[in-house]
């Protein structure tokens, strides 16, 4: 065996860490997964290659989040090496080591948001993101295109890209009237600056194999022909499998492999997936086979009953008239009544953080703008940390966004009521954190 | 009083030595059509020399590897039993390759029962071809050995040697259980045979040493022990070499050992005075195995590698075409730069002259010019293969997060060159890698000394499952009931005691634990288990009575 592309998979475990001993995220999720892989002898196929992550700087994050109080104080080391394995991941394809990456890392960061309170839904720091502003510092403003095929709505990743016409993000998810966080609807479709570059496909429970592989086919690959990305990244939860204890699907190991092969994604990074000993070492397997390039026919799992696992004709029909309503999302969205560029619109976002406990209000205002993604201003009022005014002026701002942004630093700066001011200064590469 | 010996390419040494040092030595050549006769002819006219009985034997043979690469081995019968994964037909080895259905998950759960009919069939088809020797493998076995076992019982009444997979140790990887199980049934009948033969020699000469054969990890392993393991003999040359240097030379902390010989120049890594062991196992013959091996890199730059020049620059290797013209060679090599610099003085100085200004002349360029660059460029080309190795090393991965935070990591602060042109390299070598190159005065039989000095090693390991109430020690066939209160630390010590029993050695402080983990299992939110891995190994060494007298030599 030799593999058709050139891949890289960053394996780290964490076998040390643990959000609490009986947390579905443990030591013990990734150890049988490890097992198979090594089984199977991956990483001695010609073309397969295991690197060690990179540990993420607190400037790799800052770039990305406002972490409130500071970066320190809501990320531990493991969060650090997570996303600095999905760095590692990103270096090898940058600069030509690897044709495919994948970073098999825990713990997962796809409900991380713009800012930071603490823990939610598993996640502190959104790997992805921590990735991708890493692969823009170093390499330029790519057009970049994340499917998030996690079970979960990757709500996170939406926030931080919600007004970045340069990202494309597409997440398939269970219906968030069923199931954590709740958010993913089809309406929710981006910022003023960016409309029409978020699309959710809320998928019914018990979805499986067939129902994934006709949205990957008739939704997800046009919108990717489309967009035409610089990269496509795919954010590999793996908690839509038929034996996940915390979701309501019907998905396989060998379906999982299928979807990557037509995604053909550039980079994967590992998501949820608590199925860990009846799930994750097949679809891992699968996930690796697939980027590789390689024969997945005799992948399945042990208990698979092609029986048990088809889809429900009524899930069928409902997923067919959803395909509809989301192409027309992307190629004819109905857009709203915007104001004119260099006024800004807000909204209100109330975000629970599940794992600590932790409620935030937010006001969020973006300018409208056509040259950029908009000077951003966020204010935070949480449970526990004083108020937080959070600016950021987006790479590749217009001079209007950057002077605006920097102008209402210093405004902050005199006088207000915020005790916490952050400034993520991407054209400057300042990022600011004061109390007052 | 030990004797060493070490079937080179060209010359097969043995040297008889004691605690004061080496007591007598022989070369004779070696013949590769009838290694048994060059093996007896050493032994006979060293052990002539000797003034008292010897008794220990260490025995360093290319028999096995010889054998496999060329083909001199007998027809195996390959059953395997295979779980979900990769199809275990690109796993293909042999003429006589069969797949059984059956199935053990990652835990060593029975998934599949094993197919009676496919296995009877199988071991028919074997039948008729007049097939004797088997390698049964089954995906996971390391996990529960039962489908392997099956198999060898169902070919108890036709089979003269089966090897079981899970013999060869308990780390996963199937496609290497399965390369390696085969090489060691296919060398089973030709490895036993020589070793009669060598037992029954020696009987003859009056001595009934002690035994043991040399393996690529630089230990040695029990003549009785290897007859069913003959695959560990495999490729112990580059071994007894590494060995050699660290009995030669005060090695300590961490270093690098270089073997220039006349194709290819062999690497190696010392950590705290001793060899490295790889994480895996060797590489041979194209394929990867489960056997323990010294970490180490070889890179196609040596004495005859070929010379070529143009006016963009000289390429040095990587084919060899006969020796340098200083020995009566066609085509100039890296030994006659060396000599036409002055670096050395091999043979005809002359026709390494001629040779040189010959390839000048075809690129047009400056003859001494061309001569130094093809030596910088050899010595280059070494620097980035050493250079790449410990930066492997540095970066094998890990996979928690204080392994993380505090890398252990190796930072050579000398390096050694043996072999042919390390000489004449020195200079060049010490421009490269700093002021810390010593190139230790050479040793007519430093690999047989290496095969002489070496202590046994080996490598174990052990795994628990607390829910499923089991304990396993694959290399010892060892399957056991546990209770829940096996814990870790009861572990360690099974696992430290079946080491010692596979090298009969008293010496606990040298047994280093490569891996101890126990997780507990989660279920449904409450604790279901634990599973816990063990694996401890004795990193290759010298004896330390034979130390002293070596330093001196050197
Ligand atoms: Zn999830
Ligand atoms: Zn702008």
Redesign the pocket.
Known sequence: MRAGNRLGVIVFPAFDWAISPTHPERQERLLYTQDQLREEGIFDIPGITEYKPEIASVEDVARVHFCIPDVASVTTESHLISAGGAVRAARLIMEGQADKAFALVRP?G?HAMKVVHGNR?FCNVNIEAVMIEWIREHYGQKRIAIVDT???HGDGTQDIYWHDPNTLFISLHQDGRTLYPGSGHLEELGGPNAFAKTINIPLPPMTGDEGFLHVIDNIVIPILNDFRPDLVINSA?Q?NHYSDP??NMLFTARGYALLNEKLSPDIAVL???YSIQGALPYVNCGIVLAMAGLDYSFLREPDHDAQRLRQDPRVTRQIRLMTDAVLENYFRPKRKDFPDPGTFISRRKRIFYDTDMIADEQVESVMRCSECAGVLIIESDSSINPPALCIEIPLGACARCREAGLQRHEQQLARGRHRILQLINRPDKIYENRSV | MRLGLDVGGTHTDAVIIDTSGIVCSVKVPTDHGNLLSSVMSALNSVLDAAPTPVSAVHLSTTLTTNALLEGKTEPVGVLVSSGPGIHPLHHRIGDAFFVVDGAMDHRGAEVLPLDAAQLGHAANACKERGIRSFAVVGKFSPRNTMHEKLMAAALAGQADFVTSGHMLGGRLNFPRRITTAYFNAAVWRTYNSFADAVEEGLRKLGIQPDLAILKADGGTMPLAASRSLPVQSILSGPAASIMGITALCDVQGDAVLLDIGGTSTDIAVVAGGTPLLAPGGIGFNGRQTLVRAMVSSSLAVGGDSVLRASAGGVSVGPDRCGPCMALGGSVPTLMDACNYCGLSHVGSLEASRSGMEALARLSHRDVADVAREAVSRAVAAIKSAVDALVVAVNEKPVYTVREMLHPERIAPKKIYAVGGPAHALSDALSSAFGPNVVVPRQHAVANAIGAAIARPTCGLELYADTERGVKLIPHLSLSAKVDRSYALEHAKEDARRGLLSLVAAESPTDIELVEASSFNMIQGGRLAGKTIRVQCQIRPGIEESYLPAFRRES
């Open positions: 997962p796809h839904g996690d079970c979960h939860g908690d915390i979701t998501e949820g997936g």
